[in-house]
């Protein structure tokens, strides 16, 4: 999967290289959060999350990659190991639709896959582009490789004591996104995205709904509920995890 990310990748930014070496209006923007909680007691229990989006607009053409991660601890024994990364390079066909290529890695050590991996490209909409309101959606078709893993449980403790390699598997997916965002007044807005990857193996889907608040021009809160879903997890595993967070948000839009 490396590999074939890696290939993909390198089309994309031979596909982008005139965008980035062209004159003209330039911008860039960052977006990070994170968030920890320490409980301390009769329990004891330590979680923490981090996100950033960095995002390059160049004329017609837009850069964003994105990554993040989960890390859990209960009574001393790991109970969350999650990070993500992602590319997508977008290039403008009209006034409201783009192209789009894409790459995803996905790892999650308590989901019962070793790894989750798609390369994807497609066509995508801004159906309302508003100040305040903003809704698009992308469709697409890639190539996605993933490896299943058994996870062995202490039977005492829970904790997880050996991992499994399954085969890996390789399928074609179908892909989509819907991305929403609206702001109720210059201080408070809520942001929804919904992404879905189905092939033959797997449905990967999750839901990221948030609401923002800003403190100052660079510094917000965001209270959030993240849903995800596997249609074929491994035994014993459940199909669906929630994670609620309350994050600080850093905004950086220093422009050209």
Excluded: C
């Excluded at 031979?14 to 994170?34: D, F």
């Excluded at 993933?146 to 039977?155: G, H, Q, T, V």
């Excluded at 595993?237 to 600080?248: C, S």
């Amino acid at each position: 999967m490396v590999k074939s990310s890696v290939g993909f990748l390198l089309v994309l930014l031979g596909v982008a290289a005139p965008a980035l070496a062209q004159e003209g209006e330039s911008e860039w923007s960052t977006r990070s959060e994170v968030g920890f909680v320490a409980a301390r007691g009769n329990t004891s229990t330590e979680t923490a999350n981090a996100k950033l989006e960095v995002m390059h607009e160049a004329g017609t053409w837009r850069h964003t990659f994105a990554t993040s991660g989960l890390y859990g601890k209960n009574s001393g024994i790991a109970s969350a190991q999650r990070w993500d990364a992602r590319y997508q390079l977008d290039h403008e066909l009209s006034e409201r639709s783009f192209w789009f290529g894409s790459t995803r890695f996905e790892d999650d050590r308590y989901s019962g896959f070793d790894y989750q991996g798609i390369v994807s490209t497609g066509f995508g909409r801004r159906m309302i582009d508003t100040d305040e309101t903003k809704l698009s959606m992308q469709v697409g078709a890639g190539y996605r490789m993933l490896r299943p893993e058994e996870l062995i449980r202490d039977a005492s403790s829970n904790e997880v004591i050996q991992r499994i390699p399954g085969e890996q598997d390789q399928d074609a997916v179908a892909n989509g996104t819907l991305t929403f965002e609206h702001s109720f007044n210059d201080a408070t807005k809520i942001r929804d995205t919904f992404l879905v990857e189905s092939g033959r193996a797997n449905t990967l889907s999750r839901n990221d709904l948030a609401l923002e608040v800003k403190m100052t021009e660079v510094l917000a809160l965001s209270l959030a509920l993240s849903v995800r879903n596997n249609t074929a997890p491994q035994d014993g595993l459940k199909r669906t995890d929630t994670l609620t967070t309350i994050n600080l948000v850093y905004l950086s839009n220093p422009g050209p």
